[in-house]
């Protein structure tokens, strides 16, 4: 039952520096999404895919980028890395558009 | 724009008592509403969620929804909480077409012993 993975669970970036954020599901799901959870201020959604080869921005993608090459894999890429990226990460994946979404477990990011 | 309200960021009530949190959306279609609940250090986990039918759904560990489709709101509910209920609460909604879920800004419960 591994559902949605999300790895690194935690990590601490320099300004300035690169990461992806790596996120699976194994639901074979068509949908997935990223998000971003600051306190107070609720899940924004940063990028989402609604199938392979297929993405689109969500209320917050500055600074980010993402691709989906495979069904199961939607990383997400932080190119410059800055403190304003410190935050709670999710990735969620969902049958279709309309349907319940599933989380992982979320990866913690301070940006430094 | 589509939006989700939530009214209340912080509720404190003591065990046994009864806890009603309210969400409203603004979208004049058709909706599916969801909650979810996130416990401390943890990811977020469906409570419940509405596509059709009945307007009350009934979810995990005790709560339901009612869903009142003249005031655009899908309140959480339950009647006696307890310590182990100490968590987030968000509510969600998306619609066909729209490819995603838009959360509220969610309700941060503590449940005192």
């Known amino acids: 039952n591994a559902g949605v993975t999300q790895t690194p669970k935690f990590r601490i970036l320099k300004i300035g520096q690169s990461m992806t954020l790596q996120c699976a599901q194994d639901m074979n799901h068509n949908y997935m999404y990223w998000y971003r959870q600051d306190p107070g201020m609720g899940l924004k959604l940063i990028y989402y895919s609604v199938g392979a080869g297929i993405t689109d921005k969500g209320e917050v993608p500055n600074g980010y980028n993402v691709s989906r090459s495979t069904t199961e894999d939607f990383p997400l890429r932080l190119e410059l890395a800055a403190p304003s990226q410190t935050s709670v990460y999710f990735c969620?994946?969902?049958?279709?558009?309309?349907?319940?979404?599933?989380f992982g477990q979320g990866t913690r990011l301070t940006v430094v | 724009a589509q939006s989700v309200s939530q009214h209340n960021h912080h509720v404190i009530l003591s065990e046994a008592a009864s806890l009603e949190l309210g969400c409203n959306y603004s979208?004049?279609?058709?909706?599916?509403l969801f909650w979810y609940v996130q416990y401390p250090g943890q990811h977020l986990q469906l409570l419940l969620k509405y596509f059709s039918g009945d307007p009350l759904v009934k979810g995990i560990k005790g709560f339901e929804a009612e869903f009142i489709k003249s005031k655009f709101s899908f309140n959480l509910r339950k009647p006696s909480v307890q310590w182990s209920d100490t968590a987030e609460y968000f509510c969600a909604v998306n619609a066909h077409g729209w490819g995603k879920l838009q959360f509220g800004a969610g309700t941060q419960v503590v449940v005192t012993p």
């Open positions: 969620a994946s969902s049958y279709s558009g309309d349907t319940e979404a599933f």
């Open positions: 979208y004049g279609g058709t909706v599916n």
